[in-house]
């Protein structure tokens, strides 16, 4: 079909319809089909009739074909029975020996007899007999020359036969079928011996007319036809029902409109920077891209069932509730992905699932250090704000004329320091590395923002700096963040998270502690399992939950090393009311060992070596290859790294927080145990 040409141009003004004809012309069109009424369904339908009638239809020319066979067979054997019964007769045999012995002298035999001698013979009528009875064509008797001696024919008395003896009168039965002066016939020849003897002196010829054979064959025929057509039938309704099955199967598209999915399809699956799998309503892959392997770390062969994909409980739950249509967190390996899926629908039939997979992990990392980032700025901004009041301070003293005030007030500050009430052992000495220092600072102000005191363990000895400052914020952010909301929450006071850092070469060993409640035991099992989150529902981190912890454990593992919970920690035991005034049941009087000494000014001191945080959830990671290999190693010659009060323990490592010393498994010396208890 050619498309029409366009119109003439005119000097009209052009109508709306004419402005938008550029825009429709533009749009590629598909080729018509030559013919558009014969779609697939009617195509496959007719296709599969004539294979169906075909078929039959070979089937039924072969049945008539070995039919006829079948019969012409069935009636040369009859003939050859009616023939062998003739040839042994013994007045046949007399009969044929005496005219054969009469043609052998000069001017006798069956030859130059009349045909009335013949006619009126027994042989004749004996032969007339039998072919009346058999319902034969003809029953023939000759002589050992081949002249007839009977013959249903008078006039073919005393002439030869028609067809050729030799075969019969050289003592051997022959079955042909051949057409003579009787017409098409069926017949059977059969050699007449002499009485008592071996010697051929004639034969016997028994024919049944074809046309016995072929309305045989008819009535043979007509019976089958009725199965034949049944046959066509049923092959014709089976023809229909594939039909329907076809078009249910292909959703009733083209095989134009299914060659453009598959090009579509496999453009769109291997061109966007998304992870696609597809199941069908049996959960069973039928399409999956390369992004998705990848991402997913499967093969995801098609046919696959997604039992057997080896998927993380994560992303398994969300293929098993996937109407929900909600983006969620996931980390599977080392990468954190973002996963949803969505039933797929046509015409009210569930044809399977999808499953969007992104990768996040770059901007996961990148979250991460923006958060790092966002946090050493507010502490920053804190501690402006604190100077400015100090200088404050220090200017009414100054300018109401009391200089001694003012000297006093400046040696307290410069004796604590703006960062020494939280983290009074933190330096060069204890962690070299500066971005550490700054990170633990601004987590130690976030912390006391929220009214937690963030305190260093007496272990804490980093003398190397950190090589991968990405993977080690990211794990000790996530565990100060928590144990941070686990102390605030908790009904311990005071309010205190222990961190304790030690470096063994290049290897970062992590302990945190916090006073808070612990860890329920409902959430001991599963707490490192994605989506498990301690915390309260919030609407705003909806499908964000439960990815802390998991990340922080898949990054220590990545490097060979691990996260574990070394001590769940458990609610503090409920006591009786104090005194009016006093503090209230479930909270522990403050002290000096639980506060620290407070300075001159006002201000929180250092906390006490002994003054460990005890009673809430314990957290130990190992990080290998996060320190760098610096040569600026050595340990000093006072014995060994320490906070200067010498209360460290050999090879200056000090007690995991909240652990009991005598515990070898939950010294910081020894690696994170295998397996939580």
């Given amino acids: 079909m050619k498309p029409a040409p366009p119109p003439p141009a005119t000097t009209a003004s052009p109508t709306p319809a004419a402005s938008a004809a550029p825009s429709a012309a533009a749009t590629p069109t598909r080729r018509p089909r030559a ?77 130059h007899a009349s045909r009335a001698t013949l006619a009126d013979s027994w042989l004749n009528a004996r032969a007339e007999t039998v072919r009346r009875r058999t319902d034969a064509l003809f029953v023939v008797v000759t002589d050992d020359h081949g002249t007839r001696l009977a013959h249903p024919d008078p006039a073919e008395l005393g002439h030869r036969v028609s067809t050729d003896p030799s ?116 959960d069973r892959v039928t399409v999956a891209n390369d992004e998705v392997r990848t991402l997913l770390g499967v093969e995801a062969a098609p046919g696959t069932p997604v039992a057997a994909l080896g998927l993380t409980p994560r992303v398994r739950a969300v293929l098993r509730e996937p109407d929900a249509g909600r983006a969620v967190m996931a980390v599977v390996r080392e990468r954190v992905l973002v996963v949803s899926a969505r039933t797929v629908r046509r015409e009210g039939r569930r044809l399977g699932t999808l499953l969007t997979v992104q990768d996040r992990t770059a901007v996961e990392s990148l979250t991460r250090q923006l958060d790092a980032v966002r946090t050493m700025s507010a502490a920053l901004r804190a501690q402006r704000h604190e100077f400015a009041n100090r200088l404050h301070v220090l200017s009414g003293l100054v300018h109401s004329g009391q200089p001694t005030e003012a000297a006093g007030y400046l040696d307290g500050l410069l004796g604590s320091g703006p960062l020494g009430e939280t983290l009074p052992d933190l330096g060069p000495e204890s962690v070299r590395d500066s971005s550490l220092r700054a990170f633990l600072s601004a987590k130690a102000a976030a912390a006391r923002e929220r009214g937690v005191t963030l305190v260093l363990g007496g272990g804490t000895w980093v003398r190397r700096t950190v090589s991968a400052p990405v993977d080690v914020t990211t794990v000790l952010g996530n565990l100060v963040d928590n144990a941070v909301d686990a102390a605030h929450g908790g009904r311990r006071t005071p309010r205190r998270v222990e961190v304790e850092l030690i470096g063994l070469d290049d290897t970062l060993l992590v302990t945190v502690a916090d006073s808070g409640d612990g860890v329920a035991a409902a959430r001991r099992q599963d707490l490192f399992d994605e989506g498990v989150s301690t915390k309260e529902p919030d609407a705003e981190a909806l499908g964000e939950r439960g990815v802390g912890l998991p990340l922080a454990r898949q990054i220590a593992r990545a490097r060979g090393g691990d996260l574990r919970l070394t001590e769940p920690g458990a609610p503090p035991e409920p006591t009786a009311p104090g005194p009016a005034g006093g503090p209230g049941a479930g909270e522990a009087p403050p002290s000096a060992d639980a506060a620290g000494s407070e300075t001159e000014s006002g201000t929180p001191g250092p906390p006490c070596p002994d003054d460990r945080v ?34 460290r323990t050999d090879a200056g490592l000090g007690t995991a927080p909240g652990a009991d010393p005598n515990n070898p498994a939950a010294h910081p010396d020894d690696a994170p145990p295998e397996h939580p208890a």
């Avoid at 009424?37 to 039924?60: E, I, K, M, S």
């Avoid at 039919?67 to 007769?89: D, F, I, M, N, P």
């Avoid at 050595?634 to 009060?645: F, K």
Wanted: hydrophobic residues 50%.
């Fill in 35 to 111: 013919w558009p009424w014969l779609r697939l369904r009617t195509r496959t339908l007719l296709l599969q009739c004539a294979v169906v009638t075909l078929v039959v239809g070979t089937a039924f020319g072969a049945f008539a074909w070995d039919s006829e066979r079948r019969l012409t067979r069935e009636y040369q054997q009859r003939a050859l029975a009616v023939a062998r019964t003739v040839a042994g007769e013994a007045g046949v045999r007399a009969a044929a020996a005496r005219w054969s012995k009469a043609a052998d002298r000069p001017g006798g035999g069956a030859a």
């Fill in 167 to 282: 075969t019969a009168l050289s003592g051997h039965e022959e079955l042909a079928r051949h057409r003579a002066h009787l017409g098409e016939e069926v017949v059977a020849k059969v050699p007449v011996r002499a009485p008592g003897s071996r010697t051929v002196v004639g034969e016997a010829n028994v024919g049944v007319s074809a046309q016995a054979v072929r309305a045989e064959q008819a009535r043979v025929l007509l019976s089958g036809l009725g199965w034949l057509v049944a046959a066509l039938l049923v092959g014709l309704a089976a023809s229909m029902l594939l039909a329907r099955r076809w078009k249910r199967l292909t959703l009733g598209l083209e095989p134009e409109e299914l060659a453009t999915l598959v090009q579509e399809q496999e453009a769109v699956l291997h061109g966007i920077g998304e992870g696609v799998l597809a199941l069908d309503a049996e």
């Fill in 614 to 647: 005890t009673g809430g959830a314990v957290f130990v990671a190992r990080l290998p290859g996060v320190l760098a290999a610096d040569d600026d190693t050595a340990v000093e010659d006072d014995g060994g790294p320490g906070t200067g009060d010498g209360s």
